[in-house]
């Protein structure tokens, strides 16, 4: 495994004092690996938005350790701290850009601001807009611009400074269905191009799951999940991981009163086209119910879950568990029915 480039110690984020003071965040400890597209979830007011501004100390942390790129950031000065920023970008939900300024002046300003050459600077610009898929727009203002546009012209002027880190603060939250795929794919290109490290901050599962390899999960200003996106769909153990997997129900909540057994079928990243029901029914002659289910298709694997009610035949019902069972990536156990 790669080493950190981040890495979070007992971090806790109070705002306020005494009787009205609130802890945004507490005691959070977490490693992001170099190179890797990492992901923070949590629902409105978990408290996302402030862990990410604390990563790069725009907002300071009330208590704990920030190390990026092998820097304690909390121990900088203000000068160490502004050149510092230049290896951890940021994107925004709400872009950013400065709207009297072209595309091309967009990006150029940080570079100004770091003191780079005109002539030069407007090279990497033009270099940094082609790598983003807008160098015919170099001299349109933002305004013109669609918002995946806008955002695409924020993601080159994040990287005008050659960042380590690129964080995504809701970067796609503004943005249509579409156009967020086109945005992740573009951040999952420049993390595999450029090498550069990508934490993305979000509300959404499905963009955790189209890009992230990891992901911490965030209520109430704690860590309560941590791992492999892949693991945390497959058995999620928080009530808060299961509430964003399962927005609409933990499915179990969907088993029927009808007295047969039932099974809790978990699907761990087999082929998303392996049909399962189809096959109970061709190679054991065993029909099954659906009686929910909650799965989704990443890269060609499925996971998620499934509950089936088996037959009331207990030689029947003992066939279709055994089958299932036998299945690659699938594991089965049985949930108590309430009739």
Request: hydrophobic share 40%.
């Amino acid at each position: 495994m790669s080493e950190s480039i981040i890495r979070v110690r007992h971090l806790t984020k109070t705002f306020g004092e005494g009787e009205h003071s609130l802890d945004a965040l507490k005691d959070i400890n977490l490693d992001v690996q170099e190179g890797e597209i990492y992901g923070i979830i949590g629902l409105s007011g978990a408290g996302k938005s402030t862990l990410v501004r604390c990563l790069n100390l725009l907002e300071r942390p009330t208590q704990g350790s920030v190390v990026v790129n092998g820097q304690e950031m909390t121990s900088l000065s203000e000068k160490e701290l502004r050149k510092a920023r230049r290896s951890v970008t940021m994107i925004f939900q709400s872009f950013n850009l400065l709207m009297q300024r072209t595309c091309l002046a967009n990006v150029c300003f940080p570079m100004e601001i770091s003191g780079v050459p005109k002539a030069k600077a407007r090279r990497r610009a033009l270099e940094l807009l082609e790598i983003v898929g807008l160098e015919s727009k170099a001299d349109v203002y933002p305004v013109q611009l669609s918002g995946g546009q806008c955002q695409r012209v924020a993601i080159a002027r994040a990287l005008a400074t050659d960042p380590k880190v690129l964080l995504c603060d809701e970067a796609t939250s503004a943005l249509d269905p579409t156009t967020t795929a086109s945005i992740l794919a573009l951040l999952k290109e420049l993390n595999q191009k450029l090498g550069v490290t990508v934490v993305v901050i979000t509300h959404q599962m499905s963009v955790i799951e189209e890009i992230c390899g990891r992901v911490a999960i965030l209520d109430n200003g704690s860590i309560v999940e941590e791992g492999l996106v892949t693991d945390i769909f497959s058995h999620p153990k928080t009530d808060a991981a299961r509430r964003l997997v399962y927005p609409n129900g933990v499915p179990e909540t969907m088993v029927a009163a009808h007295g047969s057994r039932t099974v809790r079928v978990a699907f761990n990243g087999g082929t998303a086209y392996q049909p399962l029901i189809a096959s109970l029914a061709i190679d054991c002659g065993v029909k099954v119910n659906i009686l929910g289910a909650d799965t989704r298709n990443i890269d060609g694997k499925a996971f998620g879950t499934m509950l089936l009610g088996l037959p009331e035949d207990p030689n029947e019902a003992a066939k279709a568990l055994s089958y299932i069972r036998s299945q690659p990536q699938i594991t089965a156990e049985e949930v108590e029915n309430d009739a």
